[in-house]
């Protein structure tokens, strides 16, 4: 487990406070209206937010959706930014899109609030839980890493998202340049009192997977990812979960994170980042 320190407190306020939220139980449909707080700011830019707060919202929503389906896990997640993720006002939708006994796949969508252009797609599968008497081999799960030390944000990553997360490195360090390991835990809660937990804590850490083993300096670089996709097979025991993430860049501009997740039992989750990589002076920011 990683070690207590008094920055182990969550820091007063949140990623997120929300405006209002609606499920429509006969539609199978949910719709939320948030402002985000300087806890989601990415940074690449003061004016965005970082997408693991913003995925996190979006499996929140689709979780919260009705289905058939007992004692289901979102086991699958699909995340697709086609823009950038702005700042302030933002308006989430979520959908059922094929029910089932056995397994559900949900959608959801992030936009501006009063826009309807999508700025993220989600798409998940929810998948029944239920215990099973298994022969054999249950394959080779990652132990959990050695307790981290606490180690403090490079500047470079700026102070939103980056210090809303109490980071610990177990192996490598957080000025990237090589695969790091590290425990993470939330300093402030997702939505309102409401704390990151489940899956949507496993999302919220899992895009930071690029940043903890950059292979690029971002003062000079952006190495920007596309999508993220994870699969879970279980949720975490507790606030803490820990990544170990590696990064692999090619010369074209077009790199790959990839990130095995997991708690003090063991690894629960795998996730990957497709990579867009120029220099700042050629997107310009």
Request: charged content about 20%; hydrophobic content about 40%.
């Amino acid at each position: 487990m990683p070690h207590r320190s008094a920055t182990d407190t969550p820091l007063d306020g949140c990623f997120y406070e929300a405006v209002i939220e609606t499920e429509t139980y006969a539609e199978d449909a949910y719709s939320g209206t948030f402002v985000s707080t300087h806890h989601t700011v990415s940074p690449w830019s003061e004016e965005h937010q970082h997408a693991g707060p913003a995925s996190a919202l979006l499996v929140r929503a689709v979780e919260r959706l009705t289905i058939p389906t007992e004692d289901a896990l979102t086991n699958q997640v699909s995340v697709d930014i086609l823009n950038p993720i702005p700042r302030g006002a933002i308006a989430v939708t979520a959908q059922v899109v094929r029910a089932g006994r056995f397994a559900t796949l949900v959608e959801a969508e992030l936009t501006h609030a009063g826009f309807d252009e999508p700025i993220m797609r989600l798409s998940a599968w929810r998948t029944r839980r239920r215990s099973v008497d298994l022969p054999g081999h249950r394959g080779d799960y990652r132990p959990a890493p050695a307790p981290g030390v606490e180690t403090v944000t490079p500047t470079k990553w700026g102070d939103g998202y980056a210090k809303a997360i109490q980071w610990q490195v177990s192996a490598g360090s957080l000025d990237g340049h090589e695969p790091s390991t590290v425990w993470a835990t939330p300093r402030a809660a997702l939505v309102g009192e409401e704390p990151a937990a489940g899956v949507p804590l496993v999302m919220l850490i899992a895009d930071a997977a690029s940043g903890l083993s950059a292979l690029a300096d971002p003062a000079d670089y952006v190495f920007v990812n596309t999508d993220l996709n994870v699969h879970v097979v279980r949720e975490p025991d507790g606030p803490a979960v820990w990544i170990a993430a590696e990064s692999f860049l090619d010369p074209d501009g077009i790199g790959l994170a990839t990130s095995t997740i997991g708690d003090r039992q063991g690894s629960l989750a795998v996730g990957s980042q497709a990579l867009f990589l120029a220099r700042r002076d050629e997107v310009g920011f």
